[in-house]
């Protein structure tokens, strides 16, 4: 009798130990045969059937969103500005509320997450950072002299 290599997920023990074994599978080789492709799109069946029955991903803002996926694939920022081809502070700035998702951002994690791009293009709010004006700095009382103000 021939013992079944993945099964139905039942615990979130067995979603995570899934998620590092289509992580693994898809960082360590570039070029996948059939074998491993059709091992990677059964997991990521059996993940995605998972999430839909235990996680409400509907009610998430993008950002906690995508915080949630990198800690369940044990994705780094590193590993994000990778899978973005952006650089780290980007991928930092994202995090952190200071950059939007672009259009390709939001099509990439889609297509890398396996969810709906809507997931990832609703609206939340930036942190803005103004820098307050000084008033009589010197670079404007030297212009008001130039100036003859």
Known sequence: ???????????????????????????????KTKTIEDEMELLTFLIEKYDEEHRNFEILEPIPLLKSLMKDHKMKAVDLANLLNVS??????MLNYK???SKETIRI???RF???????????????NIKPKLK????????????GV
């Open 99 to 101: 950059k939007g998702l």
């Open 109 to 111: 994690l889609s297509e």
């Open 1 to 31: 009798m021939e013992i079944l290599k993945y099964k139905v997920i039942k615990s979130d023990k067995q979603y995570k130990e899934y998620c590092q074994i289509l992580h693994d599978l898809d960082f360590s080789t570039k070029r």
């Open 136 to 147: 009589h700095s010197k670079v404007t009382r030297s212009r008001k002299k130039l100036a």
């Open 88 to 93: 780290e502070g980007l991928v930092s700035d």
């Open 114 to 128: 396996k969810l709906n791009q809507e997931a990832f293009n609703r609206p939340y709010e930036l942190k803005v």
